[in-house]
């Protein structure tokens, strides 16, 4: 079995398929999709292993910055669907968080000091030319989908941040030791995102437990997630098989 196939089965399918699961049932069947997060992606496990080169490092690093960019793209997208402003009102800050306010420069400005970390201008991250086509492609799908699908539904695909905490920590505990040439500052994105993840979960989890009740909707937010986990996991089958070495 490759990597890819390895998250694309679909969750198990109990005989009383009819039966909604309760509140805490629910969430239980979302955070089991942990299994197929990218922190389990082979290439993941090399980066936090210290298996990775200098060009393997700076191109993960370009190719997830398209990623960076176009959050704030994706959650604009969710507020234009949104009717109700006391969600419009929380969920603007996940723009804010990557724009930046203010004095606070942000996520895509701390995720560009990674770039200028590893060695990658800025000229040449903003030029996106080191991003490939698999990533792109998955990128404008996420972003695509929150366009067109009703608003709990995009919110229902941000839940990978149930799952992103552990990943950040993993970078902090390692790269310091394994990526000694990385700049120790360049590493502050990884830093601000543990607790922001951890606020944003609890809306996007309070959304999707309150909107998907019936169980024809559970399996729907289900596939949801998986849709998310796919389009993180592809992303990183694309840039192992752009900087294979």
Same mark, same amino acid.
């Given at each position: $079995?490759?990597?890819?196939?390895?998250?694309?089965?679909?969750?198990?399918?109990?005989? +009383?398929?009819?039966? &909604?699961?309760? /509140?805490?049932?629910?969430?239980?069947?979302?955070?089991?999709?942990?299994?197929?997060?990218?922190?389990?992606?082979?290439?993941?496990?090399? $980066?936090?292993?210290?298996? @990775?080169?200098?060009?393997?490092?700076?191109?993960?690093?370009?190719?997830?910055?398209?990623?960076?960019?176009?959050?704030?793209?994706?959650?604009? &997208?969710?507020?234009?669907? @949104?009717?109700? #402003? %006391?969600?419009?009102? /929380?969920?603007?800050?996940?723009?804010?968080?990557?724009?930046?306010?203010?004095? +606070? %420069?942000? =996520?895509?400005?701390?995720?560009? /000091?990674?770039?200028?970390?590893? =060695?990658?201008? #800025?000229?040449?991250?903003?030029?996106?030319?080191?991003?490939?086509?698999?990533?792109?492609?998955?990128? +404008?799908? !996420?972003?695509?989908?929150?366009?067109?699908?009703?608003?709990?539904?995009?919110? @229902?695909?941000?839940?990978?941040?149930?799952?992103?905490?552990?990943?950040?920590?993993?970078?902090?505990?390692?790269?310091?030791?394994? !990526?000694?040439?990385?700049?120790?500052?360049?590493?502050? !994105?990884?830093?601000?995102?543990?607790?922001?993840?951890?606020?944003?979960?609890?809306? =996007?989890?309070?959304?999707?437990?309150? !909107?998907?009740?019936?169980?024809?909707?559970?399996? /729907?937010?289900?596939?949801?997630?998986?849709?998310?986990?796919?389009?993180?996991?592809? $992303?990183?089958?694309?840039? %192992?098989?752009?900087?294979?070495?």
């Amino acid at each position: $079995m490759n990597s890819t196939s390895a998250t694309r089965a679909p969750h198990p399918r109990t005989p +009383d398929s009819g039966a &909604a699961w309760t /509140r805490d049932e629910f969430e239980a069947q979302l955070r089991a999709k942990g299994q197929a997060y990218h922190i389990h992606h082979p290439f993941n496990v090399k $980066m936090n292993s210290g298996g @990775c080169s200098r060009e393997q490092i700076r191109g993960w690093v370009a190719n997830r910055f398209y990623y960076q960019i176009n959050i704030p793209l994706k959650d604009a &997208a969710v507020l234009s669907n @949104c009717p109700d #402003r %006391e969600t419009r009102r /929380r969920w603007v800050l996940r723009i804010l968080d990557h724009d930046g306010y203010g004095d +606070d %420069e942000g =996520g895509i400005e701390t995720w560009a /000091r990674l770039g200028d970390a590893v =060695g990658l201008s #800025r000229d040449e991250l903003w030029s996106l030319e080191h991003v490939v086509p698999g990533v792109r492609f998955a990128v +404008d799908a !996420y972003v695509n989908f929150a366009r067109r699908a009703p608003w709990q539904e995009a919110v @229902c695909s941000s839940l990978t941040e149930i799952f992103a905490p552990q990943i950040h920590k993993d970078r902090l505990s390692t790269w310091p030791t394994y !990526y000694q040439w990385i700049e120790s500052s360049g590493l502050s !994105y990884f830093r601000s995102r543990i607790s922001l993840a951890q606020r944003d979960v609890e809306h =996007g989890l309070a959304v999707t437990l309150d !909107y998907f009740r019936t169980r024809e909707q559970q399996e /729907r937010a289900l596939d949801i997630l998986q849709f998310k986990l796919d389009i993180l996991w592809s $992303m990183l089958d694309a840039i %192992e098989k752009a900087f294979p070495v």
